[in-house]
């Protein structure tokens, strides 16, 4: 994909098919006459919204009547010119408007492309960006908040912070460098190592919130397990509110584990029904069981089930989640609710014990996933995590070499080293497959 072409671009920026209104934006260079051209229409005055007539000139037709806002460069989000084209809604349309632009030599628009040219024309960072997309993807109000909390700039203010700090430090060592012990007195290595310490304390509390950032990007993996006919499709059944997967009294009816995304208390949760577990011989079993545990291990929560002993049972397997509620299934005439191995008593079947586990699930995820929106920093991909923790090391190794009192020419390359990671993490990225790989999982009109 090329993304650095100079070509018009065009994209639908609305969700395909009926609706009141479709959105088609345009960018590039000198799209006015473009504009005149598709309208009939000489002047446009920019950032404000005229109704226009859209023609097919070629096929001498009219194609709608629309509101069209022309942003003249740098004005516009890309910082080319941009146009904006609100026509009626439904899959006709947009489609005739769009196939009229590319016969105007005017090119699709790659995934992302539109919030790349903003990139590159300085209209946004890789951290707007990222926080951009996250935004869009967002799937529950726990996502959003977050999110939205990080429109505010916190990141990169604090980076900025962060690179300042370093390059005060940077200017001194290698002020002091070039001269001689009797010309100057030398900064000690304990004010230096003040600083680095700060520092280190700020990228560690973002790192201890990466596990928001997963929680928020991908979901939290609730996974139920237990041996065949312990009632875990029927579980998984009622906490979605409906009959997604096949109930029966014959062990093994589920072959292949289910998953579904859904909401829990805020919680973006993806809700996993596995096979049950048992020794086969059989391969298809053998499979089954190999994929149930391949879950587990992957899982931030397990609901064991057991009608029996389901804490027993779960210990044979040497679950390694932290987190597991365990349940005595198909407990239909029992009134107690929490047995004395903590294990609850539920039943899918008459809805005993199944808001004992809402609750007891439900304060699990407030307590694992709790993050205070005000105050805690949090980083909003993979590629800002994977940034961070180079940095920690870094930070680790300078510290421990001022420490032992090491050279101040290598702390000070080691220092230079930082700048350039917190500077990639801002966006300034020479590898254009790192920013195509980032600005790809972006949808079309974005």
């Known amino acids: 994909m090329d993304y650095n072409r100079k070509d018009i671009i065009a994209a639908l920026a609305t969700t395909p098919g009926i609706s009141a209104i479709s959105i088609i934006r345009i960018s590039g260079e000198n799209l006015t006459p473009l504009l005149q051209s598709i309208t009939k229409k000489k002047i446009f005055k920019s950032r404000y919204a005229t109704y226009c007539t859209i023609f097919d000139k070629k096929k001498k037709i009219i194609l709608d009547q629309c509101i069209v806002i022309y942003f003249a460069q740098p004005n516009s989000y890309t910082g080319e010119d941009v146009i904006e084209i609100n026509c009626h809604g439904g899959k006709i349309i947009a489609r005739k408007i769009l196939n009229m632009l590319y016969s105007h030599e005017v090119q ?23 926080t951009i997309s996250s935004l869009i993807n967002s799937e529950s109000d726990y996502s959003h908040e977050m999110i939205i909390e990080n429109l505010n700039d916190s990141i990169r203010s604090n980076i900025l912070d962060i690179n300042n700090k370093i390059t005060n430090v940077l200017t001194i060592i290698e002020h002091e460098l070039d001269f001689s012990e009797n010309e100057i007195d030398y900064t000690t290595n304990e004010s230096i190592l003040l600083i680095i310490e700060d520092i280190l304390s700020t990228v560690n509390n973002y790192l201890s919130n990466q596990n928001l950032v997963k929680a928020m990007n991908s979901g939290i993996n609730i996974v139920i397990m237990g041996i065949p006919n312990a009632g875990k499709s029927s579980l ?93 299934s198909k407990q239909d005439n029992i009134k107690k609710l929490v047995n004395t191995d903590d294990s609850l008593n539920i039943s899918s079947k008459s809805n005993h014990g199944i808001n004992s586990l809402y609750d007891k699930l439900s304060t699990v995820l407030s307590t694992q996933y709790q993050y205070n929106f005000k105050n805690d920093p949090i980083l909003i991909s993979d590629r800002q995590i994977l940034i961070f923790k180079e940095a920690y090391l870094l930070l680790e190794q300078i510290k421990t070499m001022l420490e032992e009192d090491m050279g101040m020419d290598i702390v000070a390359s080691h220092m230079h080293e930082l700048t350039n990671l917190f500077d990639e993490c801002l966006g300034k990225v020479s590898n254009d497959s790192v920013l195509e790989s980032i600005f790809s999982t972006f949808c079309v009109g974005k």
């Open 236 to 328: 998984f059944n009622k906490i979605i509110g409906y009959d997604r997967t096949v109930v029966s009294n014959q062990e093994g009816t589920t072959r292949d584990s289910v998953e579904i995304k859904l909401v829990i208390n805020q919680y973006p949760v993806n809700l996993i029904d596995t096979a049950g577990y048992f020794e086969s011989a059989n391969q298809i079993n053998i499979d089954s069981i190999k994929q149930t545990m391949g879950y587990a291990q992957s899982a931030d929560v397990i609901i064991y089930l057991d009608e029996d002993d389901p804490v027993s049972c779960a210990s044979k397997l040497n679950l390694t989640c932290d987190n597991i509620i365990f349940c005595k």
């Open 108 to 130: 699709p628009a790659l995934a992302g492309e539109f919030s790349y040219r903003a990139f590159l024309n300085n209209k946004i960072d890789l951290i707007e960006a990222e």
